[in-house]
């Protein structure tokens, strides 16, 4: 393998970065791409890498140098359990599953690490696309939770590996076995909002959220705890969340007992519960509706850490 910093990987389905930045920091040269137009600024704010905006229904990627790694998470739609209007075939993301795995035959890495909703695994055909790459790649794939590894949030996640085959020993179950290792216990909401309790709405400019003035007829919802109506408990990981601008996720003592009124997470206060950095931002003028979906879909950097670290291990054996 080559020396630190010098492994290159593309990251294609990239979002605002959670899973590149994983990999950036465990010597990965990372180059990601996406059909959101502000990615690059992303990626070079926040020194994740470059980044490319591409429709990968359409275009097909064309590195200009041998990729050893291949990463992504192609758009969970057609699976969520969100999504309660068009799922599986009848989604028009549907395909891009199938279409990262044909990138990975294209582009021969010597791994690759795909990131999805749980229920892919149940769909009829993943077993049947994974005939694409299951000739030349040893594979295997587990259901994983941020939570037990350092995250503050108890998001279920199926991560795909493969790892092409050499001898007899499988790297894509030792990189399973190897994660273990890497197990910690789970952080609460309460302790990842700490360093923001003294933060004032807009010092930071991702610390904003919506004014919303209907979250007081809401509150026979938030008795019953389905998903979308949480009041986060300070004192445990916070459930899986999506877009909170549209599933009214509330801070856990906003309102409660104390004297303000009750509100949803911050865009800040999201990304911390989902590993972020404090330090990393977006580029001026995107709408918040935009940032906090951003996060929504990304994959949380404590974990894509271990899994940078866990990959690069195996690859240097």
């Known amino acids: 393998m080559k020396e630190p910093g010098e492994i290159p990987l593309l990251d294609l389905f990239c979002g605002m970065g959670g899973l590149a930045l994983g990999f950036a920091r465990n010597g990965f040269r990372v180059t990601g791409y996406d059909i959101h137009p502000r990615i690059p ?78 229920r892919l ?35 279920h996640r199926l991560i795909l590996v493969g790892f092409r085959r050499k001898g007899r020993t499988s790297r894509a179950k030792a990189f399973f076995e190897h994660l273990q290792d890497f197990r910690r216990p789970p952080v609460s909401v309460g302790s990842a909002l700490a360093s923001l309790e003294q933060s004032v709405s807009g010092e930071d400019p991702e610390h904003v959220w919506f004014n919303f003035q209907t979250i007081e007829r809401y509150q026979d919802k938030y ?45 800040r206060e999201a990304m911390t519960i989902m590993g972020f950095p404090l330090t990393f931002r977006f580029p001026p003028g995107m709408g918040m509706t935009t940032r906090y979906q951003m996060v929504a879909d990304a994959v949380s950097p404590v974990f894509s850490e271990i899994c940078g670290q866990v990959m690069r291990e195996l690859l240097e054996r």
């Open 223 to 267: 008795q019953t705890g389905k998903y979308g109506w949480y009041r986060l408990d300070p004192d445990k990981p916070a459930p899986s969340f999506g877009n909170i601008s549209k599933t009214y996720i509330l801070h856990p003592f906003a309102g409660n007992g104390h004297d303000v009124s009750p509100r949803v997470l911050s865009i």
């Open 121 to 155: 695994e149940r769909d009829p055909s993943f077993r049947e696309h994974l005939q694409i790459v299951e000739q030349e790649y040893d594979l295997a794939w587990e259901v994983v939770c941020y939570a037990n590894y350092g995250a503050a949030i108890a998001r």
């Open 41 to 118: 600024e992303i990626f070079e704010i926040n020194r994740i890498g470059q980044a490319v905006v591409a429709d990968l229904r359409t275009v097909s990627v064309v590195p200009e140098e041998k990729i050893p790694v291949v990463t992504g998470g192609p758009p969970c739609r057609p699976w969520s359990a969100l999504n309660v209007r068009q799922r599986g075939s009848q989604h028009r993301d549907y395909d891009l599953f199938r279409t990262f795995l044909k990138a990975v035959t294209s582009l021969c890495p010597e791994a690759f690490l795909m990131e999805n909703v749980p």
